[in-house]
């Protein structure tokens, strides 16, 4: 079992700057690739990042290329997603995840966060 826990969100204007942590405990976390999702109010749950298990390599939606960054220290058990020049779209609630493998389609992680709340206004 893993638990994660995500930190970070908040209310920010259109070209601002937040960033997440997802914090893990329980197993090696070092043993899980991590993504993060967002969700937003009647939307399906979509694909922002994921990082390998080293953190050697990435993943971005097309929409967030450029603008966000994921990252991950072992040592820490903990994920980050930092978010540049946000903008309105990015409102959502954000999830990070972790399973033994990577991939940008939610179904497959079997461990989820609680979700953390980021709006942007404009």
């Known amino acids: 079992q893993v638990q994660l826990v995500e930190s970070g969100g908040g209310l920010v204007q259109a070209g601002g700057s937040l960033r997440l942590a997802c914090a893990a405990s329980g197993r090696t976390f070092s043993r899980y690739a991590t993504g993060w999702f967002r969700q937003a109010p009647g939307k399906e749950r979509e694909f922002v990042a994921a990082i390998s298990r080293s953190g050697g390599t990435t993943w971005y939606a097309d929409s967030v290329k450029g603008r966000f960054t994921i990252s991950r220290d072992n040592a820490k058990n903990t994920v980050y997603l930092q978010m540049n020049s946000l903008k309105p779209e990015d409102t959502a609630v954000y999830y990070c995840?972790?399973?033994?493998?990577?991939?940008?389609?939610?179904?497959?992680?079997?461990?989820w966060g609680q979700g953390t709340q980021v709006t942007v206004s404009s």
């Open positions: 995840a972790a399973d033994g493998s990577v991939s940008d389609y939610p179904n497959v992680y079997d461990y």
